[in-house]
C-alpha cells in the first residue's frame, strides 16, 4: 500500500451530515436498487446507496467460489446475499446492530439463498465458535477516525464511526485467528481513512497491508477513491 496515496482523517462534518439524512429523512423508502438486484432496507440500518462503497466492494471481491466467506458489519446484507449469490457455499454475515442482521436474513430470503447465508449478532467475531474458519474474512469498515471519547448515539454510528479505530485494530489482531488454510483477510476502505494509523496497528499486530484494487466513484461531496486492502503476514 501507498503511504503517499493515502489522506488522513475524514472531514466530520461530511460524515455526520451522511449519518444525519440516514437518521431523520421523512418517508425513507423501505427498497432500494443497486447491483441490478432490489434489496430490502429496514429503519435503523445503514443505506448501501449513500455512498458507492457497498457496490464498489460487492463487485471488486474475489469470491471464494464453493468455499466460505466471513463478513464482519454486513449492513442490510447486499455483500453477504451476493457472495452466496456468486457461488460462496457457506457466508456468516455478523453485524452488532440487531437490525441489521434481521435485515441480512431479509434478503437473504429474498434473494433465495438463506440456506447458505447464516447471519449473526455480534460485536466484530464474539459470536462465531472459537474453531470456526473461513477461505475469506472481510469487513467494509467505517473509515471516518474519531477521538475515543466521541458519542456514539445511535445504532448507525458504528457503520460510519470507530473512535481510535479501535474496532479496525481488534479486527487487525484477531482476523487471521478464523482462518481456513490458504484463506485471506481482506478490508474495504477509501481515501478519506487513516492510512498510516491502519498501517501502525498492522504493524503493531505483526501484519502489513497491501493495496488489491484502488476504484474512484463520483459521490455528492467529492470524487472517492475505495480501497481494497489485503491483511498479510509480515
Known amino acids: 500500500m501507498e503511504r503517499t496515496t493515502m489522506a488522513t482523517k475524514e472531514p466530520l462534518r461530511l460524515a455526520e451530515e451522511t449519518l444525519e439524512r440516514a437518521i431523520n429523512t421523512e418517508g425513507f423508502p423501505d427498497t432500494f436498487t443497486l447491483l441490478g438486484r432490489e434489496w430490502t432496507l429496514r429503519r435503523g440500518v445503514f443505506p448501501g446507496t449513500v455512498t458507492a462503497a457497498t457496490e464498489v466492494m460487492a463487485s471488486a471481491?474475489?469470491?471464494p467460489v464453493g468455499g466460505?466467506?466471513?463478513e464482519v458489519g454486513s449492513g442490510s446484507g447486499v455483500i453477504s446475499v451476493t457472495a452466496a449469490l456468486r457461488g460462496v457455499a457457506s457466508v456468516t454475515a455478523l453485524d452488532?446492530?440487531?437490525?441489521a442482521v434481521a435485515n441480512t436474513e431479509d434478503n437473504a430470503r429474498l434473494h433465495g439463498v438463506e440456506s447458505r447465508v447464516r447471519s449473526l449478532?455480534?460485536?466484530?467475531?464474539?459470536a462465531l465458535a472459537p474453531r470456526e474458519r473461513f477461505d475469506l474474512v472481510f469487513w467494509n469498515v467505517p473509515w471516518t477516525w474519531v477521538p475515543n471519547d466521541?458519542?456514539?448515539s445511535s445504532r448507525l454510528?458504528?457503520?460510519v464511526f470507530d473512535p481510535g479505530y479501535r474496532a479496525q485494530a481488534r479486527f487487525i489482531a484477531e482476523a487471521h485467528d478464523h482462518l481456513a488454510p490458504g484463506g485471506r483477510v481482506l478490508i474495504g476502505t477509501?481515501?478519506?481513512a487513516d492510512g498510516a494509523l491502519l498501517e501502525r496497528l498492522a504493524g503493531d499486530a505483526?501484519?502489513?497491508l497491501r493495496l488489491l484494487r484502488r476504484i474512484r466513484r463520483i459521490e455528492v461531496h467529492r470524487v472517492m477513491e475505495y480501497w481494497l486492502l489485503e491483511l498479510l503476514e509480515a
Open 190 to 192: 477509501a481515501d478519506l
Open 96 to 99: 452488532i446492530n440487531t437490525e
Open 61 to 63: 471481491l474475489p469470491y
Open 68 to 70: 466460505s466467506f466471513l
Open 150 to 152: 466521541f458519542s456514539m
Open 121 to 126: 449478532h455480534s460485536d466484530l467475531f464474539a
Open 206 to 208: 505483526g501484519r502489513r
Open 157 to 159: 454510528h458504528s457503520a
